[in-house]
């Protein structure tokens, strides 16, 4: 006889352990999944740290048998979403379930009840918790670890979301290349240094000196060239002060380049080191001495890969060439400092599958899909 499942609200600390410990059980045989780090997963569920909570609400939820956690699951409202898309829809998150379809239908249907109770018509995910932090489903490129700040799921995910009548509703492509490579890097090298030479486009670094007021003016250009795509969410002020907090320790000089026309900064490229390089082996955790490992490995030895986690150009310049020669010179640039800095793979993530002016110019680079995500949507009865 089969123990009963019981899906139940995450209430106390105890409860929160386990909604954190539940993904080393289901990757504890993936040699792909990098632990993150507990206290940054806190950070995001706490209704106080956490500035989604500003302008959202949401629910955690964790499933047992036999006293044995077997999956977990979010579901939230976020406000902005709905005033600027006015669609009734809320959203999941956090999925992490064994392969079992009971698991799934029941943390699904909590879920999905949830929204159907605050009069939503239409539930969209995985995001954890917004379009800003990590989304989707993995579908495609399962043979190597995710970068920094992008999920990994097992190959059942997906199919485990259709049998309960989710559909796709749009897919995310990460780009990878070799930074050394030479296939395609020469050709946008000489095709920017054309550009450059006419002497209306240009790159500059952040001034560190004014990191801060740097980092805004990147949003304010991101929110600006995002706008239109589809799921867009405004990043907000608290937003940003997170953000910057957050990536102000690792962030170097180099991996925030501007494209300017004339002297005004009209396209931004930002570049992380790959910090899951850095905290594979760390089960999670940086105490008693994970810190140590971390610092030696940024400070030190140097990471070896890194991802391109936000390239856009003002709307204005759409459907443009300048639009094109602006990207193709921030490509370059970032190409340039990848080299420099020793970095043997790279990332571009992510990218709409739909998105032709992103699409035309990645290739150019010589970079190539290696993983896809897809996002799910159902719409919910009555």
């Not at 992510?350 to 970079?367: F, Q, R």
Request: aromatic share 8%; net charge positive.
């Amino acid at each position: 006889m089969t123990e009963a499942l019981l899906v139940r609200e995450v209430r106390t600390r105890r409860d929160l352990r386990r909604f954190l410990d539940l993904p080393h059980l289901v990757y504890r045989n993936d040699p792909c999944w990098v632990p993150p780090l507990r206290g940054e997963v806190r950070k995001l569920l706490n209704r106080t740290k956490n500035p989604f909570f500003d302008h959202g609400e949401a629910c955690f939820w964790i499933a047992e048998r036999a006293g044995v956690t077997v999956g977990r699951i979010s579901a939230q409202i976020n406000r902005l979403h709905l005033a600027r898309y006015g669609d009734a829809t809320g959203h999941f998150g956090f999925l992490e379930a064994i392969d079992d379809p009971d698991v799934f239908k029941a943390l699904l249907d909590t879920a999905e009840e949830w929204l159907r109770a605050r009069g939503m018509t239409r539930i969209l995910g995985p995001y954890s918790l917004s379009i800003n932090d990590e989304v989707g489903v993995l579908v495609a490129g399962f043979d190597t670890p995710p970068m920094v700040a992008m999920a990994h799921s097992p190959p059942y995910y997906g199919p485990r979301l259709e049998a309960e009548g989710y559909r796709k509703a749009k897919d995310l492509h990460a780009y990878v290349l070799d930074p050394r490579a030479v296939t395609g890097v020469e050709r946008l090298e000489r095709t920017t240094a054309r550009i450059r030479s006419r002497g209306r486009v240009r790159t500059r670094q952040v001034d560190m000196k004014h990191f801060r007021e740097e980092m805004q003016l990147g949003i304010e250009i991101f929110n600006d060239a995002w706008a239109q795509n589809w799921g867009f969410v405004p990043v907000t002020d608290r937003e940003v002060s997170e953000l910057i907090k957050s990536i102000a320790p690792v962030i170097r000089p180099e991996g925030v380049i501007f494209a300017l026309v004339g002297d005004r900064p009209e396209g931004i490229l930002v570049g992380l080191p790959n910090l899951n390089e850095a905290i594979a082996d760390l089960g999670g955790r940086l105490l008693p001495f994970g810190w140590l490992k971390l610092l030696w490995r940024l400070r030190v030895r140097r990471l070896r890969s890194a991802r391109v986690i936000l390239m856009g150009v003002r709307k204005a310049h759409r459907n443009s060439t300048r639009s094109g020669a602006l990207a193709a010179v921030l490509l370059a640039e970032a190409l340039r400092v990848a080299r420099a800095l020793g970095v043997e793979r790279g990332e571009l993530s992510w990218i709409l599958e739909d998105n032709a002016w992103a699409l035309t110019v990645v290739p150019c680079a010589g970079a190539t899909l290696g993983k896809v995500y897809r996002v799910y949507e159902k719409l919910l009865a009555s």
